[in-house]
């Protein structure tokens, strides 16, 4: 015998579950709109939100702040002008995270830095550039100097000496032709310090070695003019010292016009340091077989005992480029930071 389940257990135990929670849990909006039918139009749902639920006054918690560390006062407000200076600093007062608006720091893993390369410098571009459109302007404007100098340094003359007369603007030139000289010199040892010393210096930058480097250089060619005038007076007369003096001069702007294309073909076209050494050394070599060839017809071409060319060009060539070069090493270490 199956026995027939209570009508009205079946038919308002539903109902009377639903309100024996509702008694229990807390009213909510979601469970009002549950008691409505599913085709309520938003309008019916409005009135049966607004018939159980009243707006109330909001009262805000007066209870003191305890965020702060226990036995201490409460915190205090850092945009508070009379707020101490020690309460605004602090260790993470610097940090980004602390400080939302400020950036927090590249997003990803930085990459391997480019290594330096001498033809992606705009400074020495820049100095090359202009040492290349000056000389180019001096000697457009020295064409018959030059010319009138060539022939005066391989003539000889059967008198005493050859004098050429210079103007104030030929002067100039073979100062800036000098200038431009020291310039190239002090790049190319600035190259051969980067290449075998490395890039780590104690200067806050490397175009102040080079600035070291010009003064050695353009100190280094002071010397030898007061070294040959101071020489030259004591032993031959004041003619051929000033004959030697010129000659100096253009033997240094041929130096120098021969160290561009090198200075260039390093810096731009990737001439290795091997092969610039051995260029350097030739053009050195053609520059003191000039020297010697200049002092021998100015002041030894008549003397007798020839071996005193061999003593002035050790003492006035030999010695002072050693010196020079020592100057240089001693310089490009002591400021080489060794780890």
Not at 18 to 30: F, M, W
Not at 212 to 217: F, G, R
Not at 243 to 259: A, D, M, P, R
């Amino acid at each position: 015998m199956i026995q027939q389940p209570d009508s009205i257990v079946s038919s308002s135990g539903g109902v009377l579950g639903d309100s024996a929670s509702a008694q229990h849990a807390p009213l909510t909006p979601r469970m009002v709109l549950s008691w409505l039918p599913r085709n309520a139009t938003p309008a019916q749902q409005d009135s049966a939100i607004q018939a159980h639920f009243q707006p109330k006054e909001i009262n805000w918690s007066n209870r003191p702040d305890t965020l702060h560390l226990p036995c201490h006062d409460k915190g205090h407000n850092l945009l508070d002008t009379q707020l101490p200076q020690y309460y605004r600093e602090g260790f993470f007062s610097k940090d980004s995270l602390f400080h939302p608006e400020l950036p927090g720091g590249r997003i990803g893993v930085a990459g391997d830095p480019i290594p330096y390369n001498v033809h992606s410098d705009n400074i020495i571009t820049s100095l090359l550039l202009l040492c290349f459109i000056l000389a180019v302007v001096a000697f457009a404007n020295a064409k018959s100097f030059i010319l009138r100098q060539c022939k005066s340094f391989f003539y000889q003359s059967h008198g005493e000496t050859t004098e050429i007369v210079e103007t104030a603007n030929e002067l100039r030139f073979q100062v800036f032709l000098m200038f431009l000289t020291s310039i190239l010199l002090a790049l190319l040892f600035y190259f051969y310090t980067i290449n075998h010393f490395g890039d780590t210096f104690v200067l806050d930058s490397l175009y102040y070695l080079i600035a070291i480097y010009l003064a050695i250089v353009i100190s280094y060619f002071v010397f030898k003019t007061l070294l040959y005038s101071l020489i030259n007076i004591v032993f031959f007369d004041g003619k051929r010292n000033g004959q030697w003096i010129k000659s100096w001069l253009f033997i240094t702007s041929i130096e120098g016009t021969l160290l561009f294309p090198l200075v260039i073909l390093q810096a731009y076209f990737g001439l290795s340091q091997e092969n610039v050494e051995y260029s350097f050394i030739f053009v050195l070599s053609i520059v003191k077989i000039m020297t010697i060839y200049k002092e021998y017809a100015i002041f030894f071409k008549r003397n007798v005992v020839k071996l005193q060319i061999f003593l002035y060009f050790c003492t006035l060539e030999i010695v002072p480029l050693l010196a020079f070069w020592g100057a240089l090493m001693f310089t490009a270490n002591s400021l080489k930071i060794n780890f």
